[in-house]
T-cell receptor, first 114, second 114 residues
Framework: DTEVTQTPKHLVMGMTNKKSLKCEQH?????MYWYKQKAKKPPELMFV???????INESVPSRFSPECPNSSLLNLHLHALQPEDSALYLC?????????????FGQGTRLTVV | AQSVTQLDSQVPVFEEAPVELRCNYS??????LFWYVQYPNQGLQLLLK??????LVKGINGFEAEFNKSQTSFHLRKPSVHISDTAEYFC????????????FGSGTRLSIRP
């Protein structure tokens, strides 16, 4: 199994809603990532978890709250988002953070904030 | 900190013609280099990677890339493109010291003309 599975595929939420994005992998990877991608732009790193601990936070606003319940799961909790947060949110995973191997990406969640 | 520059935002090519997508990187330490492809409304798929060893790297779908340390480049090539190669191509880099932090270039849109 070389897949990273993200749910939901599409999400529309109001600015006062609370929602969560979910990501799952069963490749035994110990590093997991959230990226944000706006239209016609490259993915921008948001968070990195290494061995279930948050290792990198790229100065992301607190309305985005990551969580890594176990080595296979990664969540992104969303609250009080703004319309400019509408984007494709990509989850990725890779082997232990020091190995330099490639990241495997999910298909993404297309988020629209209204 | 590392950075990646993709000099061409768009590359139009006729079908069965050769193509080169350019990538230059900047880093004060040794790096790992990657090329990813993104088809419309999809996640990212790894084409190839350079970790160490031979500077000519072969990937999937007939693509190859050459690592040139003196020119800090990692250009992607294919001798004969197909309509199905139409996609966005991202060059990416991560440093040995922080292999979890994968930084993407701005992307090159490859459009194939029949």
């Amino acid at each position: 199994d070389t897949e990273v599975t993200q749910t939901p595929k599409h999400l529309v939420m109001g600015m006062t809603n609370k929602k969560s994005l979910k990501c799952e992998q069963h490749m035994g990877h110990r590093a997991m990532y959230w990226y944000k991608q706006k239209a016609k732009k490259p993915p921008e790193l948001m968070f990195v978890y290494s061995y279930e601990k948050l290792s990198i936070n790229e100065s992301v606003p607190s309305r985005f709250s990551p969580e890594c319940p176990n080595s296979s799961l990664l969540n992104l909790h969303l609250h009080a988002l703004q319309p400019e947060d509408s984007a494709l949110y990509l989850c990725a995973s890779s082997q232990a953070s020091s190995s330099g191997t490639e990241a495997f990406f999910g298909q993404g969640t297309r988020l629209t904030v209204v | 900190a590392q950075s990646v520059t993709q000099l061409d935002s768009q590359v139009p090519v006729f079908e069965e013609a050769p193509v080169e997508l350019r990538c230059n990187y900047s880093s004060s330490v040794s790096v790992y280099l990657f090329w990813y492809v993104q088809y419309p409304n999809q996640g990212l798929q790894l084409l190839l990677k350079y970790l160490s060893g031979s500077t000519l790297v072969k990937g999937i779908n007939g693509f190859e890339a050459e690592f040139n340390k003196s020119q800090t480049s990692f250009h992607l090539r294919k001798p004969s493109v197909h309509i199905s190669d139409t996609a966005e191509y991202f060059c990416a880099v991560s440093e040995y010291s922080s292999a979890s932090k994968i930084i993407f270039g701005s992307g090159t849109r490859l459009s194939i003309r029949p």
